[in-house]
């Protein structure tokens, strides 16, 4: 098979009629038009020829084809059955090609790890994604990935600035993070209401050294869920859902780590939730009860 043109949105839209298939919004799927845009994404990965490579929504494979063309393994994920089976008319016969079928939240724990990842990933399931990556400790060494232009404020805020979440925290813990090009809604088909923006992660030199007790991930998420309330009410009512629940044990933590109670999640740099992690684990529960109890 032939690949479509790429770059045209009316091809697009009658190779897809050719093959009796259409979009369906419930997968976010919109494809990238732009060619200088594709070029540049994958340009900013810097995969080197031989390296093993996710991709994740394909859709139709025109940032596949420029992966293969560079010597890369792609594994590409798709959950469109019909999509799924071109990309597999149209890149089967190499095997440098990989294809996954399904729902990539239920199929990447299974798959071999890869070095690189690239996606123009949908915009319903991005951020429930890359979190899942870090939590589940699957590390790239670099990913350029595209997602809603507020989606990438949230991965790249500072403490203290109003697009700062616990999912900042979590890509700040395992990567430095960079904004890229802000790509208009016209470089998409369909268009898409909102801007889009490629963002870059490189995989810290110190990852390993930062990777927080099991603890800090949902220790994470309460200290984020009512933004309005200090940390040490939102770290009670966190240390009493443990069962460990005392009086003082908010106050101790906060004074081991050296940190004022009466501040709010979004004032807190990783380092700082890393260190009451770190204390609430060893003073509040059994780590080895913990792991078993949350994975």
């Not at 798709?78 to 990539?104: K, N, P």
């Not at 990852?207 to 009512?226: D, H, I, K, N």
Request: with cysteine; aromatic share 10%; proline share 6%.
């Amino acid at each position: 098979m032939i690949p479509p043109n790429y770059n045209s949105a009316a091809a697009l839209r009658a190779f897809l009629e050719q093959n009796n298939l259409g979009m369906r919004k419930k997968y976010g799927q919109n494809f990238l038009i732009n060619p200088a845009v594709r070029g540049a994404l994958v340009s900013a990965l810097d995969a080197p020829a031989g390296e093993a490579v996710w991709e994740i929504g394909p859709g139709l494979g025109a940032m596949t084809l420029l992966l293969l063309e560079k010597g890369l393994a792609v594994r590409a994920f798709e959950i469109d059955s019909g999509f799924a089976r071109l990309l597999g008319e149209l890149f089967g016969a190499s095997a440098h090609f990989t294809l996954v079928q399904g729902d990539v939240l239920k199929t990447w724990p299974s798959q071999p790890p890869a070095s690189y990842l690239l996606g123009n990933l949908p915009y319903n399931i991005a951020a429930t994604l890359l979190a899942g990556f870090i939590e589940r400790g699957q590390f790239f060494r670099r990913m350029v990935v595209t997602v809603q232009h507020e989606v990438a404020r949230r991965m790249a805020a500072a403490p203290g600035s109003s697009a700062y979440s616990s999912f900042s925290v979590l890509c700040a813990s395992a990567y430095i993070v960079k904004p890229l090009m802000i790509i208009k809604s016209g470089s998409f088909y369909p268009k898409p209401n909102v801007d889009s923006q490629g963002v870059f992660l490189e995989l810290r030199e110190d990852a390993a050294a930062r990777l927080p007790p099991p603890v800090f991930y949902p220790l994470l998420r309460r200290l984020f869920s009512a933004r309005r309330k200090t940390i040490k009410n939102n770290l009670s009512e966190f240390i009493a859902s443990i069962g460990r629940y005392s009086l003082t044990a908010a106050d101790e933590a906060l004074g081991k780590c050296g940190i004022d109670g009466g501040r709010r999640a979004e004032e807190l740099a990783f380092e700082d939730f890393a260190a009451l992690a770190k204390s609430i684990e060893e003073s509040c529960l059994e780590t080895s009860s913990f792991r078993t109890a949350s994975t």
